[in-house]
């Protein structure tokens, strides 16, 4: 007979969901990976996300503010300088 079996099913519904935000707008409604809080399209899954040490990750100081008062610095200079030019 089909339909007749019981599933155990409680667990499943019990279980946390994921945190992640469709692409709608709307929370995931999957299940968590257990000890995680994602599922494992989110990535809950083993081996997801960067690498321990991920070298990419690192930042460059490209935008500090010590390097960005200096390239204000080297643009007044600049200007300076053009302005002496052009009085000569």
Not at 4 to 9: E, K
Not at 53 to 82: C, M, P
Request: net charge positive; with cysteine.
């Amino acid at each position: 007979m089909v339909g007749q079996h019981t599933r155990n099913v409680a667990p499943m519904r019990n279980a946390l969901r994921c945190g992640a935000k469709t692409r709608k707008g709307t929370p995931c409604q999957a299940p968590a990976v257990s000890g995680k809080k994602r599922c494992r399209m989110h990535g809950g899954a083993k081996g997801s996300g960067a690498p321990m040490g991920n070298q990419n990750a690192l930042k460059h100081g490209l935008y500090t503010a010590e390097s960005r008062a200096f390239a204000k610095h080297v643009r007044d200079l600049i200007r300076e300088g053009s302005e002496l030019v052009e009085k000569s």
